[in-house]
T-cell receptor, first 120, second 120 residues
Framework: DVKVTQSSRYLVKRTGEKVFLECVQD?????MFWYRQDPGLGLRLIYF???????EKGDIPEGYSVSREKKERFSLILESASTNQTSMYLC???????????????????FGDGTRLSIL | AQKVTQAQTEISVVEKEDVTLDCVYE???????LFWYKQPPSGELVFLIR??????QNEISGRYSWNFQKSTSSFNFTITASQVVDSAVYFC?????????????????FGTGTQLKVEL
């Protein structure tokens, strides 16, 4: 079974702090993703990475950065935490695999348990 | 731009009732993938099913079934004889396809989710 592990289930930080959320996957997946989940808004993509040291902005990258130094690890960084970044953060990973001429984008993403982050 | 709409915010049913969760999507791509995920109270999203845009066959897996209709851009999910353990938030999601999609990452666009409560 795929295992995606997020370093903390609950985290409380203060405004202005630099916050690191860590995610590790054990299935040699190429792709890794960070989402935040807010009531009524579903999951929104913050950043993703398709290879070591590669990263792409998602839909809501402002106030965040990421780091992928090793294939299995993808870190989300809140440079200067603010109260509007209080949320549930979900990490996911997937293979990159082309589907017999139908292109890529077909692999399910496997999610971690989430980190509930509160910024006070 | 892609969009996924889950108009039902919350559904409550009594155990053993059948329930259908609606999903309507928008995309300009001719090749795409649709997914359903389940998020139980523990928080981890669990992959349920994937469909590509060229496969309109309905699928049944135990008490779960999915109805994909391109004509109405819908991918609805039915649970037959619902059980308390089915209580969760269910997300529908859409992925673009393409071998050169930003190096291979398959970005998912999620709906806002439907909270299903199954009561005794």
């Amino acid at each position: 079974d795929v295992k995606v592990t997020q370093s903390s289930r609950y985290l409380v930080k203060r405004t202005g702090e630099k916050v690191f959320l860590e995610c590790v996957q054990d299935m040699d997946h190429e792709n890794m993703f960070w989402y935040r989940q807010d009531p009524g808004l579903g999951l929104r993509l913050i950043y993703f990475s398709y290879d070591v040291k590669m990263k792409e902005k998602g839909d809501i990258p402002e106030g965040y950065s990421v780091s992928r130094e090793k294939k299995e690890r993808f870190s989300l960084i809140l440079e200067s935490a603010s109260t509007n970044q209080t949320s549930m953060y979900l990490c996911a990973s997937s293979f990159f695999l082309e589907d017999r001429g139908l292109g890529s984008g077909n692999q399910p993403q496997h999610f971690g348990d989430g980190t509930r982050l509160s910024i006070l | 731009a892609q969009k996924v709409t889950q108009a039902q915010t919350e559904i409550s049913v009594v155990e053993k009732e059948d329930v259908t969760l609606d999903c309507v999507y928008e995309t300009r791509d001719t090749t795409y993938y649709l997914f359903w995920y389940k998020q139980p109270p523990s928080g981890e999203l669990v992959f349920l099913i994937r469909r590509n845009s060229f496969d309109e066959q309905n699928e049944i897996s135990g008490r779960y079934s999915w109805n994909f209709q391109k004509s109405t851009s819908s991918f609805n999910f039915t649970i037959t004889a619902s059980q308390v353990v089915d209580s969760a938030v269910y997300f529908c999601a859409l992925s673009e396809a393409g071998p050169n999609l930003t190096g291979g990452g398959n970005k998912l666009t999620f709906g806002t989710g439907t909270q299903l409560k199954v009561e005794l």
